[in-house]
């Protein structure tokens, strides 16, 4: 079985969802459909979601909703009268609409938004179901709630509660047909709306595939496949080839650098069950897209992709005789710790000790009382903060044991006259990790895609 997620541009108008359809109805084994809320349908359009953020936000103040209600349901009309879905589906979605919006002062403010944030995915649901049954498919919606998708933490930034896959792979079981399943939100133990983080219907779909054992989890989305570096960075990496697969570690990798494949929380539910993920697009259904999972072939000497991250600094601690100190490290990272400063790197000299730690954990108008504790605590000769640094990373299965990649890779930034500040490589020789100053970033990126791609 597979499960199938469609996002939100997948399902902005009509002819997004006939092509979700016929994508759906090509494989009777696409039986579970996860699906957005009703994307952008053209550059400038608002997603159904941030209709709705506004619609909470106006009756969270008092004020008048009709325009912001008109528009949300304007959005699912124009989608029922394209599909020839008739007027109830329209007045069902009103009507919940409203019984949504009545709970204004008697949720608290989180609870009363995730409510109004999920009736994108929901009624989006009911629509998509709608619409496979106009085509003589036995299609039903199932809901987070009668499946038993429960959930925990704080409202917006919800998680799983483990207890949950047994209830939903049971509540699977009985199924007959296609079901469509609205992605983003579950509920708490106490029965109230909760949502994942922006983007969350991808969490329900790695969720759904684990809690079935899918043979694979695809994500379709508006790319061919995922792009072995930023094509904004490098416009010519769409005329090249697309990553056809991946490992999990790898995906990590490019993801912890900002490669925009998925956030981690979204496949963490995929991945430890071992279900393989497929990046398609709904587009071009023809294309195979990108395979992530376990294990791929590797060719010796490649790399998969190169990713870089802006906004890190660098807190460079100096004295001399530093290695003979017992408990100098320590007490470093405990100012960081007293300080809520989590750190991501910690390459070290004989008498430096660098710790790299992310911009927004350490603003400028922290840094004083950060250098100061340091100074009280391990009585360093110097400490400086560099700031406006890129972490490139560059990944591949097929770097392991293979040498000259490193070189490689200085080699292509040398000869773009770019310095580098630091370079880290991991012992699973998966990836490394070399920092430079932000503002060679895009230089350096297409230096190094050159290198590895041209
Ligand atoms: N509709 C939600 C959002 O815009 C969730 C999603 O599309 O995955 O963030």
């Keep these: 079985m597979k499960v199938c997620k469609f996002g939100g541009s997948s399902l902005a108008n009509a002819s997004q969802i006939n092509k979700v359809m016929d994508i759906v109805l090509a494989d009777p084994t696409r039986r579970i459909v996860v699906v957005s809320a009703p994307g952008k349908r053209f550059d400038g359009d608002t997603k159904v979601t941030d209709l709705l953020i506004s619609l909470a936000n106006a009756a969270l103040k008092g004020e008048n909703t009709d325009r912001e209600f008109g528009a949300v349901i304007e959005r699912y009309a124009e989608i029922a009268q394209e599909l020839n879905l008739g007027e109830e589906i329209v007045r069902k979605i009103e009507m919940d609409m409203m019984d949504r919006v009545a709970q204004v002062g008697k949720l608290s403010e989180p609870e009363f938004m995730d409510l109004m944030k999920a009736a994108g995915e929901d009624n989006n649901a009911k629509v998509v179901a709608v619409a496979f049954e106009a085509r003589g498919k036995k299609a039903r919606y199932a809901s987070p709630k009668e499946t038993g998708l429960v959930l925990t933490g704080e409202f917006g930034n919800a998680t799983i509660d483990p207890d949950s896959y047994a209830t939903l792979s049971r509540a699977f079981s009985d199924f007959e047909g296609i079901v469509v399943y609205p992605g983003f939100f579950g509920y708490t133990k106490e029965g109230k709306v909760a949502t994942f983080p922006r983007g969350g219907s991808d969490i329900t779909g790695s969720i759904l595939a684990a809690a079935v054992c899918a043979d694979v989890y695809e994500n379709f989305t508006d790319v061919d496949s995922v792009y072995p570096c930023d094509p904004r960075i490098v416009p010519e990496v769409k005329n090249g080839e697309g990553i056809a697969t991946m490992t999990y570690r790898e995906m990590r990798e490019l993801a912890y650098a900002g490669f925009g494949v998925f956030n981690d929380d979204a496949v963490i539910p995929a991945v430890r069950a071992r279900i393989p993920i497929n990046i398609r697009n709904t587009n071009r259904p023809s294309e195979p897209g990108t395979m992530i999972q376990q294990s791929r072939r590797v060719i010796p000497g490649t790399v998969v992709g190169v990713a870089s991250a802006d906004g890190f600094i660098n ?41 790299v730690v992310k911009e927004q954990f350490l603003p400028k108008d922290r840094e004083h009382k950060i250098i100061a504790a340091i100074k009280k605590h391990v009585n360093p000769d110097f400490v400086t903060i560099e700031r406006d640094l890129t972490m490139l990373m560059v990944v591949g299965e097929g770097m392991c044991y293979t040498p000259g990649m490193l070189a490689k890779a200085c080699l292509a930034l040398a000869s773009a006259g770019i310095s580098m500040s630091m370079v880290n490589q991991g012992s699973s020789e998966v990836s490394f990790m070399i920092a430079i100053r932000s503002q060679d970033r895009d230089a350096a990126v297409s230096a190094l895609y050159k290198a590895f791609f041209g």
């Design 315 to 355: 807190i460079v601690v100096e004295k001399y005789l530093m290695n003979r100190e017992i408990g100098f490290g320590r007490r470093l990272l405990q100012v960081l710790e007293e300080e809520g400063i989590s750190y991501e790197h910690m390459p070290s000299g004989v008498d430096s000790q660098c710790v």
